[in-house]
């Protein structure tokens, strides 16, 4: 297996079996070539990057207390309940 395919294979902790190494290796050899052509294309200093086509605002908002949905009115809903929580089946064996 490729030093390349090998160590991205290790970072994103994938099993990268030998006999696709080689077509792994060449994807990455053409994703890290066209990034070189995108290095080397020279702009002029006034022109602001570009994040989107169109304008975003700023998501980020501050929390607020609000009231919750009623406590039976959620549990309605819910196959089995004991009247405070859902109750599900167990995961674990006992």
């Keep these: ?12 902790r994938i099993d990268l079996p030998d006999a696709k190494a080689e077509a792994v290796q060449e994807n990455l050899e053409k994703v890290l070539n066209y990034v070189q ?12 990057p570009f994040f989107g086509a169109i304008e975003s605002v ?19 809903n819910a196959p089995d309940s004991d009247g405070q929580f859902y109750k599900v089946p167990s995961v674990f064996d006992e």
């Excluded at 052509?37 to 602001?48: M, N, R, S, T």
């Design 1 to 12: 297996m490729s030093n390349l395919a090998q160590n991205v294979a290790k970072l994103a």
């Design 37 to 48: 052509q995108l290095e080397a294309v020279e702009l002029p200093d006034d022109i602001e």
């Design 58 to 76: 700023n998501a980020i908002r501050v929390d607020e207390l609000q009231p919750s949905y009623p406590r039976e009115e959620i549990l309605s």
